[in-house]
């Protein structure tokens, strides 16, 4: 089992940022990776950016070159770093982990809203 709990979420104007924070109750050093996926209203729910265990980091094409992926020493802690944020990034943010045995847990999501 892994509980994941995020913060971070809130309204800001277009080209602002945010800064998205996940709590897992175990390290992502004894999982096989953890991530944040979106979802929009009407729309699928999709990855936005992922980190292994031993620190490989992918993006989805929409987010690469504006959002960063990072975990703290401890492994506990997972941020998404989102700059020049654009209205087509609003959704709820879910944080994502998944075991080595490729369970799936998810975190009850947070709320992120750009205003244009």
């Known amino acids: 089992q892994v509980q994941l709990v995020e913060s971070g979420g809130g309204l800001v104007e277009a080209g602002g940022s945010l800064r998205l924070s996940c709590a897992a109750s175990?390290?992502?050093?004894?999982?096989?990776?953890m991530g944040w996926y979106r979802q929009a209203p009407g729309k699928q729910r999709e990855l936005v950016a992922r980190?292994?265990?031993?620190?490989?980091?992918n993006y989805a094409d929409s987010v690469k070159g504006r959002f960063t992926i990072s975990r703290d020493n401890g492994g506990i802690m997972v941020y998404l770093e989102m700059n020049s944020l654009k209205p087509e990034d609003t959704a709820v943010y879910y944080c994502?982990?998944?075991?080595?045995?490729?369970?799936?847990?998810w975190g009850q999501g947070t709320q992120v809203t750009v205003s244009s």
């Open positions: 175990r390290s992502i050093f004894s999982l096989n990776a």
């Open positions: 994502h982990a998944r075991t080595r045995d490729w369970n799936q847990y």
């Open positions: 980190i292994t265990s031993i620190g490989m980091t």
